[in-house]
C-alpha cells in the first residue's frame, strides 16, 4: 500500500484531552478520530490493527469449541424486562423506542439476546453443552468516557455465553476460557494479570479478571510477594490479624465495666485516638448503610418488621426494595463496599443520609455504636469478634463508651469478612505480604449460574425425561482496551512500537527520494515482500526525509527499511527495526528473504498452543 494512496492523518500536536500515551498516540498516528465524547471512529491504520486483535480472539474462540454468531445490537426491552436488568441497569443502559412505542436497548451486553435465542431452541441434554460468541457493538452511557479508547461510549466486545447441565461442564469451559484468554493477551504482547474478582450480587459461584498493570487504572489489585494469590480489592481477603475472643482465654475479673464517657466535639476516628491517647485498632467504627433490592431474608433481623419482599420485575427475584443496616468494624480498617453488598446480596450499598443516621442511632453522625442499637440489623466484620475494651458511639451526641466488648456487650446479626485488604496485610494462602497495584480490566470470565436461566425460564429435559435449568457462563474481551492496552505496553517518545501480532503493517519502506532508480528498487521490493506474505506501506510521499522517519516511528511499524541513491549504488538498503536503535546495511537482494523470515518468526504463537511452545 502507497501512504499517498491511503488516509493516515498523522499529527504533531496532541489533542487536549488526550492524557494518556495510548489516547495521545492512536490520534497522532491517524488510527483514530472523534466524533463525540466517548464515540470513536476507526480510520484505516487503526482498523487494521483492530482486526488483528479481532482475528487472534476469533482463532482462539473458535480452537476451544465457541461457535460465532452475530446477533443485534439493538435487542427487544421485553427481553431485558425478563432477566429484571430493564429496571435494575441504571443510567447506562441506553434505552429507545421505535414508531410504534415498542421499548428496545442497545446491547451494553448480550446476556438476555442469546439466553432468548437457546431458550427457543433448547429441548434436549443432548445440545449441550452450547458456547456461542459474537464480537460486536456494544453500548453503554458511560458517566465519565475518558481515555479514548479505553473507556468509550460505544465499543466492541468479544462477548460468548456457555450453557452445561453440570457445574463440572460449566467449570471445565470457564478453564477453557480462561486458558483462550492467557494466549489471547500473550499473542497481543500483553503482560496480564489474571485476578479472582466479585460475583457479587449476580449469585455466581466463581469470576476471575484479566488485568494490565496501568497508573490510570480502576482497580486496586492485591497481590502476594510470595505466592501466585492474586485479586482484585473488591474481593480480595486476608489472613485474619485477631483472634476471636472466644478462643483467648480472658480473666472476666480484669474485664472493666463499660463506661460512658464525655467526647465533646470530637468528630473523626483520629481526634478519638488523639483525645482518648489510643490507637484506632482499639475502636469499633460503626456506619449506617442503606442497601438497595437486597435479597437476603430479613424477616428474622431487628427493625425489619414491617420490609415486605417485593419482585422489582416480572422475572427478577424477590428482594426488599431498601434496607437500612450498621456495620461496625475496626477502627482501623475500611469497610469493603462490594464485599457488603454481595453478603446482603444487594444490588447496592451507600453509605445513609445524616438524617437516616440521626433517626436510625437518635444521635448526629459520629456516634453510632453497635451497643444497644436495636432499630437495624448490626452485621460487624470478622475482626470485631476479636475486639474487647474497646471505644465505641454511644448512641447520644458528644458521648462514646468504652471498655466494650464483643458477645458481653453487643452482639450481631451476622458476621462476615467486609474489609478492605491493603498492601502490607497478610496473604490469605501463604501468609507473605500483599502489596497493592492499578489495573485496567481487559477481560473477564463469570460463572452465571442459573441466574438468566431462571429469570427467562430456560429448560431442557435430561435424560430422565425431566425438565432442568441449564447452567450458564459468560466471558467478555474488551477488543478496543485491548488494541490501546498494546500501545500502552509498547511505546517510547517516539511512538507506538507495534508488537508483529498487531501491526497495522509488518514493513515500512521510506524512499529517500521516491524516482529515478530508488522508485524501481522499491516497487519490485514491495512486491517481492508482499509475495512473501509481509504487509508493507510504501512511503511515496513527497516530503522531506526527516518528516518520514518521524512518522515511520510515530506508527510504529516494526521493520523499517530505507532506500537511498548512494546506498542502491552499492546494491544495499538500510533495515532498523522499531524496537532497536541500531540500523544495519543489508544487499536489496537478501532484504525481502530476511525480513519475510523475520515476520514469520515474530508470528509463531499459533491458536491454541499449537506452535512449539
Ligand atoms: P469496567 O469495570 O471497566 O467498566 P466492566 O466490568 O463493566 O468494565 P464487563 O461488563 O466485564 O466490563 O465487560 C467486559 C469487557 O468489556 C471489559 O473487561 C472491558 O475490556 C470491556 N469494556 C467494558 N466497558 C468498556 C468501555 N466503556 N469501553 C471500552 N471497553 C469496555
Ligand atoms: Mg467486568
Known amino acids: 500500500m502507497k501512504f499517498s494512496q491511503t488516509f493516515?492523518?498523522?499529527?504533531?500536536?496532541?489533542?487536549?484531552?488526550?492524557?494518556?500515551?495510548?489516547?495521545?498516540?492512536?490520534?497522532?498516528?491517524?488510527?483514530?478520530?472523534?466524533?463525540?465524547?466517548?464515540?470513536?471512529?476507526?480510520?484505516?491504520?487503526?482498523?487494521?490493527?483492530?482486526?488483528?486483535?479481532?482475528?487472534?480472539?476469533?482463532?482462539?474462540?473458535?480452537?476451544?469449541?465457541?461457535?460465532?454468531?452475530?446477533?443485534?445490537?439493538?435487542?427487544?426491552?421485553?427481553?431485558?424486562?425478563?432477566?429484571?436488568?430493564?429496571?435494575?441497569?441504571?443510567?447506562?443502559?441506553?434505552?429507545?423506542?421505535?414508531?410504534?412505542?415498542?421499548?428496545?436497548?442497545?446491547?451494553?451486553?448480550?446476556?438476555e439476546a442469546v439466553t432468548s435465542i437457546v431458550r427457543d431452541e433448547l429441548s434436549s441434554y443432548r445440545q449441550l453443552p452450547l458456547s456461542l460468541y459474537q464480537i460486536n457493538?456494544?453500548?453503554?452511557?458511560?458517566?465519565?468516557?475518558?481515555?479514548?479508547?479505553?473507556?468509550?461510549?460505544?465499543?466492541?466486545?468479544?462477548?460468548?455465553?456457555?450453557?452445561?447441565?453440570?457445574?463440572?461442564?460449566?467449570?471445565?469451559?470457564?478453564?477453557?476460557?480462561?486458558?483462550?484468554?492467557?494466549?489471547?493477551?500473550?499473542?497481543?504482547?500483553?503482560?496480564?494479570?489474571?485476578?479472582?474478582?466479585d460475583s457479587g450480587a449476580m449469585g455466581g459461584s466463581g469470576s476471575e479478571e484479566f488485568m494490565v498493570e496501568s497508573e490510570i487504572g480502576d482497580n486496586t489489585l492485591l497481590l502476594c510477594k510470595n505466592c501466585g494469590y492474586s485479586a482484585n480489592v473488591e474481593k480480595a481477603e486476608c489472613k485474619p490479624d485477631f483472634t476471636p475472643l472466644s478462643q483467648v482465654q480472658t480473666a472476666a475479673s480484669h474485664i472493666l465495666p463499660v463506661e460512658k464517657i464525655d467526647t465533646p466535639e470530637i468528630k473523626t476516628i483520629e481526634e478519638l485516638c488523639a483525645f482518648l491517647?489510643?490507637?484506632?485498632?482499639?475502636?469499633?467504627?460503626?456506619?449506617?448503610?442503606?442497601?438497595?433490592?437486597?435479597?437476603?431474608?430479613?424477616?428474622?433481623?431487628?427493625?425489619?418488621?414491617?420490609?415486605?419482599?417485593?419482585?422489582?420485575?416480572?422475572?427478577?427475584?424477590?428482594?426488599?426494595?431498601?434496607?437500612?443496616?450498621?456495620?461496625?468494624?475496626?477502627?482501623?480498617?475500611?469497610?469493603?463496599?462490594?464485599?457488603?453488598?454481595?453478603?446482603?446480596?444487594?444490588?447496592?450499598?451507600?453509605?445513609?443520609?445524616?438524617t437516616d443516621v440521626d433517626r436510625i442511632t437518635g444521635a448526629p453522625v459520629g456516634f453510632a455504636g453497635p451497643v444497644g442499637l436495636d432499630t437495624v440489623p448490626v452485621i460487624i466484620d470478622q475482626t470485631i469478634t476479636g475486639m474487647n475494651d474497646a471505644v465505641t458511639g454511644a448512641l447520644e451526641k458528644d458521648k462514646h463508651y468504652r471498655h466494650v466488648s464483643y458477645g458481653r456487650d453487643f452482639s450481631a446479626w451476622f458476621t462476615a469478612d467486609i474489609r478492605t485488604v491493603k498492601a502490607g496485610d497478610r496473604c490469605q494462602a501463604c501468609g507473605g505480604e500483599l502489596?497493592?497495584?492499578?489495573?485496567?480490566?481487559?477481560?473477564?470470565?463469570?460463572?452465571?449460574?442459573?441466574?438468566?436461566?431462571?429469570?427467562m425460564g430456560v429448560s431442557y429435559l435430561d435424560e430422565n425425561g425431566k425438565s432442568q435449568m441449564p447452567l450458564m457462563g459468560c466471558y467478555g474481551i474488551g477488543l478496543d482496551r485491548t488494541l490501546a492496552s498494546i500501545i500502552e505496553e509498547h511505546h517510547d517518545e517516539q511512538g507506538i512500537i507495534w508488537p508483529m501480532s498487531t501491526a497495522p503493517y509488518h514493513a515500512i519502506i521510506i524512499p529517500i527520494k521516491y524516482q529515478g532508480q530508488v522508485q524501481e528498487a522499491c516497487d519490485k521490493l514491495v512486491s517481492e515482500l508482499e509475495q512473501a506474505g509481509v504487509e508493507v506501506l510504501l512511503d511515496d510521499r513527497n516530503e522531506r526525509a526527516g518528516i518520514k522517519f518521524n512518522d515511520a516511528d510515530l506508527l510504529g511499524i516494526p521493520w523499517r527499511i530505507v532506500a537511498g541513491d548512494k546506498n542502491l549504488a552499492a546494491g544495499m538498503v538500510e533495515v532498523k527495526q522499531r524496537s532497536e536503535k541500531e540500523a544495519r546495511l543489508i544487499p536489496l537482494t537478501r532484504t525481502a528473504a530476511e525480513i519475510a523470515g523475520a515476520v514469520s518468526d515474530a508470528l509463531q504463537l499459533q491458536p491454541n498452543g499449537k506452535d512449539q511452545r
Not at 480490566?441 to 442459573?450: A, N, R, Y
Open 435 to 455: 502489596y497493592e497495584k492499578k489495573g485496567n480490566e481487559l477481560g473477564h470470565i463469570f460463572k452465571l449460574g442459573k441466574k438468566y436461566t431462571q429469570s
Open 137 to 197: 457493538t456494544k453500548y453503554r452511557d458511560e458517566i465519565r468516557p475518558r481515555y479514548g479508547v479505553m473507556r468509550g461510549r460505544e465499543f466492541t466486545m468479544k462477548d460468548a455465553y456457555s450453557f452445561h447441565a453440570s457445574e463440572e461442564n460449566l467449570d471445565k469451559h470457564y478453564q477453557a476460557q480462561g486458558r483462550a484468554y492467557r494466549r489471547i493477551f500473550e499473542r497481543c504482547g500483553l503482560t496480564v494479570i489474571p485476578v479472582r474478582a
Open 277 to 354: 491517647k489510643t490507637d484506632a485498632k482499639n475502636l469499633i467504627k460503626t456506619l449506617i448503610y442503606k442497601a438497595i433490592n437486597v435479597e437476603l431474608d430479613l424477616s428474622s433481623a431487628p427493625g425489619c418488621k414491617t420490609l415486605i419482599k417485593r419482585k422489582a420485575a416480572p422475572g427478577a427475584p424477590a428482594c426488599y426494595g431498601e434496607a437500612f443496616f450498621a456495620v461496625a468494624i475496626r477502627g482501623d480498617l475500611d469497610v469493603n463496599e462490594v464485599k457488603l453488598a454481595a453478603v446482603l446480596k444487594a444490588a447496592e450499598v451507600n453509605l445513609a443520609a445524616d
Open 8 to 111: 493516515i492523518p498523522t499529527l504533531r500536536e496532541v489533542p487536549g484531552d488526550a492524557v494518556i500515551a495510548s489516547h495521545q498516540l492512536m490520534f497522532r498516528a491517524g488510527m483514530i478520530r472523534k466524533l463525540s465524547n466517548g464515540l470513536f471512529a476507526y480510520l484505516p491504520l487503526g482498523l487494521r490493527s483492530f482486526r488483528k486483535v479481532e482475528r487472534i480472539v476469533r482463532e482462539e474462540m473458535n480452537a476451544i469449541g465457541s461457535l460465532e454468531i452475530k446477533s443485534t445490537v439493538i435487542v427487544p426491552g421485553e427481553l431485558w424486562k425478563e432477566s429484571g436488568r430493564w429496571d435494575s441497569m441504571g443510567e447506562s443502559l441506553l434505552r429507545l423506542k421505535n414508531r410504534l412505542g415498542s421499548d428496545f436497548v442497545v446491547s451494553p451486553t448480550a446476556e
